[in-house]
């Protein structure tokens, strides 16, 4: 039993798994503020954006 129990003890100290999951939050919260922001600008905003970058690589 007491192998088991150093195992566990182990286990709740080591804090790699948590720091992948509160990276994973990060990059989720990134996603979705740039999603909303992407969808709130609309399409308009962002054809007449695309339409002057192409137009100005037409010359």
Same mark, same amino acid.
């Given at each position: ?5 150093? @195992? ?7 804090? &790699? ?8 939050? /990060? %990059? ?5 503020? @740039? ?7 609309? &399409? ?8 002057? /970058? %192409? ?5």
């Amino acid at each position: 039993m007491g192998r088991l129990t150093e @195992i566990f003890a182990r286990f709740g100290r080591d804090e &790699g798994g948590a720091t992948a999951i509160e990276y994973a939050l /990060i %990059a989720s919260l990134i996603a979705v503020a @740039i999603s909303s922001t992407v969808y709130t600008l609309g &399409g308009t905003v962002m054809v007449d954006l695309f339409q002057r /970058i %192409a137009d100005a690589m037409t010359g």
